[in-house]
């Protein structure tokens, strides 16, 4: 009969939910294992059928574990703030709190659909009231600290308020920034609240700047370097300008953030993508004095011994000194070409394949090394957020000002050479290899590392710049002008001196969103909550004076940065997570999402998680011990599934037409999990037909249970492929193998169908077992109708008999000096003198042995026996 599995899915989805199969123990003597989804943005389409790739993975192996004894934490939540509802509301006339609610209930019922052994009772969602009044607890905590440099770790801003109280800003366990004063004891001590809290911004790990960011006029926000090629696809206009920003200092962790990564079980191309945005790089400070100026300007370069062959500089059209130093004659064209950069991202403006440009300033820089005049030039290939926002451009060893130079016809000088060659032969294109120096004065026939090392020394004796290392990571942009998202607990009060931020008292929390009558952008470059007054002016609850509070809000990153930390204790009332729960779950077993977030979410989960570890909110240093990426799945023509394109697949027409057990194996079935395959579906009638074979041998065409099992013992032959497959698939399922796992499913399947008396009662119901994790309601359909009571889930994963693993014969090879000439199936372990027998019986060999002289017999056991005929 047909299966129908509308029938039995729903009745087993009913009988899940009701009796809370999936539900973590709280107190277990079991193992723990923390599988783990990346946390979903709940759009108003729904799932396409590339959301199931990485959930089918990460529930196969959840349900494997809780079968193999293991209590298993695998829970479910939502990513509910961010543009996407704001635009939404926008556009509808809709709350954006209403919009995410129905949006969540949609994507709870198409994942229910599916079967997946979500833990609901741990369910979070980001904007939840209760949520958000621990994600602004973590703000605070890390507003409230600073980093010690001393002891590598992040400490609460108190013990550097003692420091300064004890000693002034003298021996203080971090280093002073060139901007901040110093002070003694005394003077700390009298000084003003503004002035401390100026001071002490420049340490916080959060603080208030002026950025330049990516500014979205029609958006009304500022959008993260990898929203900007999002929001240009669909029409926005995206520009660089100076804006008054909330930033995250994750750049002092930058050296732990990048030797931590030793310690993961991650993909090696994400490890690479982190190592390659944190940027370490080491090389020297070098400070050009410019001319008839009194200025400096500092650059960073890896390769200080290229020194002598820098022809000219080139500063970020963003650095402070171009109006400073750019002559009268110039400033038009720098004006024109500053206007041009505001309407380029980041990623346009570092393009390799797009032509350089750019625009001299009419100033002139002095190389220290020899002396010469250099012009100083902007260019939007260099960056302000990089290095120090200005380089020596060394044209002849650096492709990318070597394009340059040959564009605005700027010296290009050979300053080092292969080994060999003496340095005089013109270039014809940047040589960018280490080897050795040329014209370059007293670095002539050094090595490049040891021009490298005697270059700093020359330089840090005559005080004209230092060794250094610096990193291409950022400190991070924590301000989006949106309503939809968390408010900072941040006031900003005045007490005579000017204003200045304050945190709030973490009793205040949480703090709400107000209810506005438009969720539009102000127009102001403020966020919709700017003209909020009655809300903005408030008071400060520790002195009763009038406040006025932060009116930007945080970005969407904030509440996926630690839910899988709620997840552990989401109803805890009195703290983001209990101790006890933390030591027992973290970090995470298994983190299964897109690739899409090698960088960022991680990278900003990583940081988020080191500074509560550091304040000893956390036992472990890293939250994810193990990352697996799903690969992509493409449309039936072959490009990423979109619903601009019109190529999506909504699962819910197929579990209409197929069911669940069909959707769940055959998308495990397309291919290896991590890799990118193309949606068919023409394949799947083939899986849903062998569930169909699996149902018959159970259940009549009434619908009653009646077994086409046999009660015999199988033979020696299918218990060998029943031990195999067990212990295959065990394996395959914790190495994420789900597609040769199920390869080994439907040979068990053909073998058990094969025997000659029948399909045997006992192999069917390990099969059934094997089966289940990947489709659980037939599984436990058949489980019930065998005869057992509860769920499968409890029911234990198969061990295997290694001693049945092994062939009771070998295939035997038989070669006359060293050619193929017949194979033999002969029992495993004959001695060498019965293989010779066996083989000496094969008229094929003896065919070829006729006539000659034998003069010796090889013999491996168990493969093969070779003779050797002069």
């Not at 009969?1 to 809370?20: L, N």
């Not at 973590?24 to 923390?34: C, G, I, K, Q, R």
């Not at 990118?676 to 065409?701: A, C, D, Q, Y």
């Amino acid at each position: 009969m047909a299966y129908p599995f509308t029938e039995v899915e729903s009745k087993w989805q009913v009988y899940w939910r009701e009796q809370d199969i999936f539900k973590t123990f709280e107190e277990s003597l079991l193992p723990s294992y923390y599988v783990l989804d990346m946390l979903p943005y709940p759009s108003g389409d729904g799932l396409h059928l590339g959301h199931p790739i990485g959930y089918t993975g990460s529930d196969i192996v959840a349900r494997f574990k809780r079968m193999s004894g293991f209590n298993v934490l695998h829970p479910m939540g939502w990513d509910a703030f961010g543009l996407p509802a704001e635009q939404y509301a926008v556009k509808n006339k809709v709350h954006p709190r209403l919009a995410t609610e129905r949006n969540v209930a949609n994507f709870r019922r198409q994942l229910d659909s599916l079967g997946y052994s979500y833990d609901w009772s741990r369910m979070i969602n980001t904007t939840d009231p209760e949520y958000v009044k621990w994600t602004q607890w973590i703000f605070l905590k890390i507003y409230n600290s600073y980093f010690d440099s001393k002891e590598n770790k992040a400490k609460p801003i108190e013990a550097l308020i003692e420091q300064l109280e004890a000693n002034g800003t003298k021996n203080l366990s971090t280093s002073l920034p060139a901007k901040a004063r110093s002070f003694t004891a005394s003077e700390w001590k009298s000084a003003s609240a503004k002035t401390k809290a100026d001071f002490l911004a420049h340490f916080r790990l959060a603080y208030i700047s002026e950025q330049p960011v990516n500014w979205c006029p029609e958006l009304g926000t500022v959008l993260a370097n990898e929203e900007v090629g999002e929001q240009q696809e669909k029409g926005f206009t995206v520009v660089r300008r100076n804006m008054r920003q909330w930033v995250l200092r994750i750049t002092a962790f930058a050296d732990r953030l990048l030797g931590d990564l030793d310690q993961l079980e991650w993909p090696e191309s994400t490890m690479e993508m982190q190592r390659n945005w944190i940027g370490k790089s080491i090389g020297a400070e070098i400070d050009f004095s410019v001319l008839k100026a009194n200025e400096s300007i500092k650059v960073f370069t890896t390769r200080p011994d290229t020194l002598f062959g820098a022809t000219y500089m080139v500063l970020a059209p963003e650095h402070p000194l171009v109006a400073q130093i750019t002559t009268a004659e110039q400033k038009q064209a720098v004006e024109k070409y500053l206007d041009e950069v505001k309407r380029k991202s980041d990623l346009e403006r570092t393009d390799l394949s797009k032509s350089k440009t750019g625009v001299s300033t009419g100033a002139f820089a002095i190389n220290p090394a020899n002396g010469r005049e250099i012009p100083i030039w902007i260019a939007d290939y260099v960056l302000i957020s990089y290095g120090t926002g200005a380089i020596m451009a060394v044209p002849g060893h650096d492709e990318r000002d070597f394009e340059f130079a040959e564009s605005y016809g700027l010296r290009i000088n050979r300053v080092v050479s292969p080994a060999g060659v003496d340095g005089s032969e013109p270039l014809l294109r940047a040589f960018a290899q280490e080897g050795v120096a040329v014209n370059s004065g007293f670095l002539n026939g050094l090595e490049t590392r040891a021009a490298k090392s005697h270059m700093i020394e020359w330089l840090e004796e005559r005080q004209l710049g230092k060794g250094s290392t610096k990193y291409k990571l950022r400190d991070w942009l924590f301000s989006r002008q949106r309503y939809w998202g968390e408010p900072f607990p941040i006031i900003y009060v005045d007490e005579g001196e000017g204003e200045f931020a304050k945190a709030l008292p973490e009793s205040s929390l949480p703090l709400g969103l107000p209810e506005v009558e438009s969720y539009s952008p102000s127009g102001t470059g403020e966020s919709p909550l700017a003209p909020m007054t009655e809300w903005v002016s408030t008071t400060d609850p520790t002195t009763g004076k009038p406040a006025r509070r932060e009116t930007n809000t945080m970005p969407q990153w904030a509440g996926s940065c630690w839910y899988y930390i709620r997840y552990l204790d989401p109803k805890n009332s009195t703290a983001f997570c209990d101790p006890k729960q933390q030591k027992e779950w973290l970090p995470v077993d298994l983190y299964v999402g897109g690739s899409e977030h090698a960088v960022t979410h991680l990278l900003y989960s990583r940081f988020w998680h080191k500074v509560l570890f550091d304040l000893g909110y956390l036992s472990s240093s890293e939250p994810f011990k193990r990352l697996f990426h799903q690969g992509l799945l493409l449309g039936e023509d072959g490009v990423k599934m979109s619903k601009s394109r019109g190529n999506v697949v909504n699962p819910d027409t197929l579990l209409g037409q197929y069911g669940a057990d069909t959707l769940r194996m055959y998308l495990m079935f397309l291919g290896p999990l991590e890799m990118m395959k193309p949606w068919s579906t023409k394949g799947i009638t083939g899986t849903h037909r062998f569930l169909t074979r699996l149902w018959n041998l159970m259940v009549s065409e009434t619908g009653e249970t009646a077994s086409q099992l046999s009660d015999a013992a199988p033979s020696s032959s299918l218990e060998r492929v029943l031990n195999q497959t067990i212990k295959k698939v065990g394996e395959d399922i914790q190495a994420l193998r789900l597609n040769t796992a199920i390869s080994s499913l439907f040979i068990l399947f053909n073998a058990m169908m094969d025997e000659a008396g029948g399909a045997p009662r006992s192999v069917y119901e390990t099969l059934i077992k094997l089966i289940s994790p990947f489709a659980p309601h037939i599984a436990e359909e058949m489980w019930s109708r065998l005869g057992h009571q509860g769920s499968i889930q409890f029911a234990g994963w198969p061990a295997f008999d290694k001693t049945r693993m092994i062939d009771e014969t070998v295939t035997l090879i038989l070669q006359v000096n060293g050619k193929l000439r017949d194979k033999l199936d002969v029992p495993r372990g004959l001695s060498r003198e019965g293989l010779e027998a066996f083989a000496m019986k094969s008229e094929k060999l003896l065919k070829h042995v006729a006539g000659g002289q034998i003069k010796k017999v090889i013999v491996v056991p168990d493969k093969l026996v070779n003779v050797v005929v002069a």
